[in-house]
């Protein structure tokens, strides 16, 4: 796992074999966190591509954990994807997409959005109505125009959930 870190990308690219073959929950923590340091080239799209096709069960809980990491704030809206890409349905974390979604880029709102139209259900409506408030405070914030026009449908799909309990 530490070759993940190494300089020398070759020491990269068998890490990253190693992961894809035997790999285990244990590998999604340090995979992201070397995600999160790579910059952008073939070995950081490899690292993207096996986090969005992670399918344990416990990846959701270590990528929402990522999400309430401010510190990887950089990488949130690639996190959300991850979540929509394995195939997770956080509904009981919604209020935590919702915070993501509005207070990124417009790549972590598309991202938001996508999973919050997966949702069929939320059966906690605090955390529901905290998605809501949070999304209608994010509309009255017109900084936030380059995302801006994703907000009234995702708060739209919000409501439609509330109105579904």
């Not at 995600?35 to 080239?41: I, M, T, V």
């Not at 979540?83 to 979604?101: H, K, M, N, Q």
Request: hydrophobic share 40%.
């Amino acid at each position: 796992m530490k070759n993940l870190f190494s300089k020398d990308d070759k020491k990269v690219k068998s890490a990253l074999e190693r992961a894809n073959s035997n790999g285990t929950i244990e590998w999604v923590e340090p995979l992201l966190e070397a995600f999160s340091l790579r910059n952008e080239d073939s070995l950081r799209e490899k690292m993207r591509e096996m986090l969005s096709s992670v399918k344990l069960s416990a990846a959701e809980g270590i990528f929402l954990e990522t999400l309430n990491n401010q510190e990887r704030k950089d990488i949130h809206a690639d996190v959300l994807g991850f979540i929509w890409s394995a195939g997770f349905v956080p509904t009981e974390s919604i209020d935590l997409i919702t915070r993501c979604a509005t207070s990124g880029d417009y790549r972590a709102a598309i991202e938001g959005l996508t999973l919050i139209e997966q949702c069929e259900l939320v059966e906690n409506e605090q955390i529901l109505l905290e998605a809501i408030l949070t999304v209608r405070n994010a509309l009255e914030c017109q900084e936030k125009s380059d995302a801006h026009s994703l907000f009234k449908p995702m708060l739209e799909a919000l409501i439609y959930l509330e109105r579904n309990q």
